[in-house]
């Protein structure tokens, strides 16, 4: 109880609030660098995974390459950009980690969400004289969007647990926390930094949930 206790007294004590290293700081530094991530992962990842779905090739290749990619710890792959040019590009070796972290629950579920549409129903759009185009876009992709999403929500939540590896590459977030704890022999700030991570990653969880108990039934995959 005491490792508690001093952990509980560290997070209130208003001074580890404030300042460059207070957790309100390290937390922006946390969200922004998470959000990033993301941004630019669904940018890689989910055109690439539309347009193999909708076309029905190649798709089971990239969904196998980008599978075994998550055997490859986040880690190792930071510490060899750091070796490379990379390394000098300040927040770039953290960012490019991540992003190919968070790329392969994207690909796999919104290649698989765009494989799971009813054939029929995209028979029947091609029927109707629509082009593929129209067909990705007005049919295939909002029936196959359910899974998207949670492909999103997984590589969110992810990324937030994962983005404490910015602060072995000198960058910010929630890791400063944890590693300045460790250079100081704390073991209540280095609770406290891991608390913090796993409450934001609970947060981040129950966003999601939130916003798909709120979406519409066809968001959801409601019938």
């Not at 404030?18 to 922004?32: P, V």
């Not at 109707?128 to 899974?147: C, D, H, I, K, S």
Request: aromatic share 4%; with cysteine.
């Amino acid at each position: 109880m005491s490792t508690l206790n001093a952990t509980w007294g560290w997070l209130t004590d208003p001074a580890h609030w404030s300042g460059d290293d207070g957790i309100r700081h390290r937390l922006l530094q946390h969200l922004l660098l998470t959000l990033v991530c993301l941004l630019v992962s669904c940018l890689i990842a989910l055109p690439v995974a539309l347009v193999l779905g909708h076309l029905g090739k190649g798709g089971a290749l990239a969904v196998n390459i980008s599978n075994a990619g998550r055997a490859v710890p986040t880690f190792a792959v930071l510490v060899l950009l750091l070796l490379t040019p990379v390394g000098r590009w300040g927040e770039g070796p953290t960012v490019v980690a991540l992003v190919l972290f968070a790329a392969p629950p994207l690909l796999t579920n919104a290649y698989v969400g765009m494989r799971e549409v009813d054939r029929s129903v995209v028979r029947a759009a091609r029927g109707m004289g629509m082009t593929g185009r129209q067909v990705l876009f007005r049919v295939e992709l909002p029936l196959a969007l359910p899974m998207i999403v949670n492909g999103v929500r997984i590589a969110a939540v992810q990324l937030v647990a994962t983005a404490t590896i910015a602060a072995l590459a000198g960058g910010g977030g929630l890791g400063r926390i944890i590693t300045a704890g460790f250079n100081l022999a704390s073991t209540p700030q280095v609770v406290a930094g891991a608390l913090l991570v796993a409450v934001v990653a609970l947060l981040v969880e129950g966003v999601f949930e939130v916003a798909g108990r709120l979406a519409p039934t066809w968001v959801r995959g409601g019938r």
